[in-house]
T-cell receptor
Framework: EPEVTQTPSHQVTQMGQEVILRCVPI?????FYWYRQILGQKVEFLVS????????KSEIFDDQFSVERPDGSNFTLKIRSTKLEDSAMYFC??????????FGSGTQLSVL | AQSVTQPDIHITVSEGASLELRCNYS??????LFWYVQSPGQGLQLLLK??????LVQGIKGFEAEFKRSQSSFNLRKPSVHWSDAAEYFC????????????FGGGTRLMVKP
């Protein structure tokens, strides 16, 4: 079965540093998402992306966050100046149709 | 705004016993409903989904769920639990629009006793 690939699986960074989390969605998918899960909390929606632009974003997705699809295969989430509270598991997801959203295995971000 | 409640944070069942995980949602229109499973260190795997039609849906690994509109519930069931089912289970609701952002419940951690 096709899968969404996320790299790296773990990322450790210092507070204030920029990080880029990378995702390779499934090749024929059109909609792309980032979600995050702070340890012990719910999985939360961050942003959705379609047709090279953000279609929805949550309150969490403030000016420190940005997304990009720099080429035909990658989908990235950038955090410009990381804070301690950005520590979480970040999940990328993609889909063609609403009934089947595929999630990647996540990137565990630790901000020290 | 849509919301999902999973009342049970932890559930422990014996292997071979039946299982029901509860999920209640709040949504203004007909929702899309999902159950995902997350094993330790893994991503979210879709177990099953409800969009329309038959309110009893079958999923992978022997799971099923029933959509009850009158109760705003979408409980997950399995007749006989296996040790490998130990994981965290998330119920989610999605809007029927192009964005289809999902709202997740807090999850239920299932432990299976031998």
């Amino acid at each position: 079965e096709p899968e969404v690939t996320q790299t790296p699986s773990h990322q450790v960074t210092q507070m204030g540093q920029e990080v880029i989390l990378r995702c390779v969605p499934i090749s024929n998918h059109l909609y792309f998402y980032w979600y995050r899960q702070i340890l012990g909390q719910k999985v939360e929606f961050l942003v959705s992306f379609y047709n090279n632009e953000i279609s929805e974003k949550s309150e969490i997705f403030d000016d420190q966050f940005s997304v990009e699809r720099p080429d035909g295969s990658n989908f990235t989430l950038k955090i410009r100046s990381t804070k301690l509270e950005d520590s979480a598991m970040y999940f990328c997801a993609s889909r063609v149709s609403p009934e089947k959203l595929f999630f990647g295995s996540g990137t565990q971000l630790s901000v020290l | 705004a849509q919301s999902v409640t999973q009342p049970d944070i932890h559930i422990t069942v014996s292997e071979g016993a039946s299982l029901e995980l509860r999920c209640n949602y709040s949504y203004g229109a007909t929702p899309y409903l999902f159950w995902y499973v997350q094993s330790p260190g893994q991503g979210l795997q879709l177990l099953l989904k409800y969009f329309s039609g038959d309110t009893l849906v079958q999923g992978i690994k022997g799971f099923e769920a029933e959509f009850k509109r009158s109760q705003s519930s979408f409980n997950l069931r399995k007749p006989s639990v296996h040790w490998s089912d130990a994981a965290e289970y998330f119920c989610a609701v999605g809007a029927q629009n192009a964005g289809n952002m999902l709202t997740f419940g807090g999850g239920t951690r299932l432990m299976v006793k031998p």
